[in-house]
């Protein structure tokens, strides 16, 4: 399963407006793991930020002079995007400017949707935490997501951040990895101690109705905490 979490920084608020996307930042995850395969880009818009733009990301005209625009690299872009899950806090706003990108191309004319599965972590915070602020830092302060460099926003730095509160809030790993060979799996594999074939049979104890019960109910309060998401229920355990 490979998704990219992404997040973009803008001239200012409307597409509509003629306003357009300055920075893009991507973090791919294949099995809900971090490749380290990631798409940065800061981008020319020909066109002035708003300056109150300016004070949420800090990104400044004259920064912009000498960057490629959107249609040096939207091949690579798009490349980059087509047939992921691509995963965005309040993805209306992303998209609606990434449509309008593309809808400039003379050439590759499209829509995200045409290319991409999006998930909308707000959306799903908000199922999740009716009622509560679920803005990116309030998520980072609800799931001990570390986010004390992030004074001004930046459309890396803010993927990186909401890679980790995705998969913390779906319940995966976020820090320990025992995948690749010659890493942790392979030692682990080595320093297994093989036990002799003719030892006596190991007695087999079953689970007793009460805890065949609390299994279940726990299964049932993590189907619910993860809408419908929990793969051992899935998988018939």
């Known amino acids: 399963m490979r998704q990219i979490v992404l ?3 803008t001239t200012g608020l409307e597409p509509a407006d003629g306003h357009r996307i300055i920075e893009i930042g991507c973090v791919e995850l294949v099995n809900r793991r971090r490749t380290g395969n990631d798409f940065h ?3 020319q818009p020909d066109r002035p930020i708003d300056p109150g733009a300016v004070e949420v990301h800090g990104i ?3 920064f912009l002079q000498d960057k490629p625009r959107f249609t040096d690299i939207a091949d690579d872009f798009l ?3 087509r047939g992921a899950e691509l995963i965005i806090h309040n993805a209306a706003f992303d998209i609606g400017f990434l449509d309008a990108e593309l809808a400039r191309l003379a050439s590759r004319r499209c829509a995200v949707s045409e290319l991409c599965q999006v998930l909308d972590t707000l959306l799903h915070a908000r199922q999740r935490h ?3 602020k679920n803005s990116l830092d309030a998520l980072c302060k609800r799931y001990e ?12 730095l803010d993927a990186e951040i909401l890679a980790d509160v995705y998969l913390a809030m779906t319940g995966g790993q976020v820090t320990l990895s025992l995948g690749g060979a010659g890493g942790v799996a392979r030692q682990v594999v080595e320093g297994l101690r093989r036990l002799p074939t003719d030892r006596p049979r190991l007695r087999v104890i079953g689970a007793s109705h009460e805890e065949r019960a609390a299994h279940a109910a726990r299964l049932a309060a993590i189907d619910a905490d993860s809408a419908g998401a929990c793969l051992w229920l899935q998988l018939g355990f």
């Open 41 to 43: 880009q800061y981008l």
């Open 130 to 132: 009716p009622g509560q």
């Open 7 to 9: 997040d973009t920084e």
């Open 145 to 156: 997501i570390d986010n004390s460099q992030r004074e001004k926003h930046g459309a890396l």
């Open 79 to 81: 490349a980059y995007i």
């Open 60 to 62: 400044t005209d004259a």
